[in-house]
């Protein structure tokens, strides 16, 4: 079930799909951007990760690592038809505009979305897994939502110095990306890269991707 973290008296939400061990250091800042720039923040939990947010099965990225089982479909299902709106009309909002942040596979799990609902006006990708196999390659032949009015990437500048091989292509593959969205909508695509490594720092990642959807 999703937690909703904070409550502001707007039409504004921010869905978010965090990585666990980072959400319980998060409560302060989170707190702090609902805040500042009049956003509800809800957090979905529940959320298996190497299987919920993988667009199709691939093998894992270590060495006796699962592979990833590709049921993003069917909890994006079920997150736009069942959690979105049970969550909304708990919190008594109507008419909003939706954001979904994700990071890490959530991240991919976002930017994938951006072509498979109508549901999210903004997508915040942080340290997306956009070097997941085939995923720059299936973009090029998908049409986004036209609903989309801004998209933010934003990734480490050390994430493709990762050993993995795969994993070290994420930066010229999220790029990659990004100009797909920049010319497949009117929407505005903002691409950064960062002080760190893979999500880390997180606050100064979610502060700048606030400031660009919300600012």
Request: overall charge negative; hydrophobic content about 40%.
């Amino acid at each position: 079930m999703p937690l909703p973290f904070f409550k502001q008296n707007t039409n504004k939400i921010c869905y978010m799909i965090l990585p666990e061990g980072i959400r319980k250091d998060l409560d302060d800042g989170l707190k702090g951007l609902s805040e500042k720039y009049g956003v509800s923040i809800v957090v979905i939990e529940d959320v298996n990760w190497n299987d919920d947010l993988t667009p199709w099965p691939a093998k894992g990225v270590f060495k006796k690592a699962k592979p990833f089982g590709g049921k993003a479909a069917t909890f994006l299902n079920k997150l736009a038809l069942e959690i979105i709106p049970n969550t909304e009309k708990d919190l008594g909002i109507e008419d909003t505009e939706k954001t979904l942040l994700g990071v890490s596979l959530s991240g991919l799990f976002a930017v994938w979305s951006a072509f498979n609902t109508d549901a999210f006006t903004n997508i915040i990708s942080i340290s997306g897994s956009l070097w997941y196999d085939g995923l720059v390659e299936w973009m090029q032949e998908q049409t986004p939502s036209p609903q989309l009015e801004k998209v933010c990437m934003l990734l480490g500048e050390k994430e493709k110095n990762a050993k993995e091989k795969r994993m070290s292509t994420v930066e010229e593959r999220t790029l990659a990306g990004a100009n797909i969205l920049k010319e497949k909508t009117n929407a505005s695509v903002t691409f950064e890269l960062v002080e760190g490594t893979h999500f880390s720092p997180i606050m100064p990642r979610l502060e700048r991707a606030f400031e660009v959807v919300y600012g």
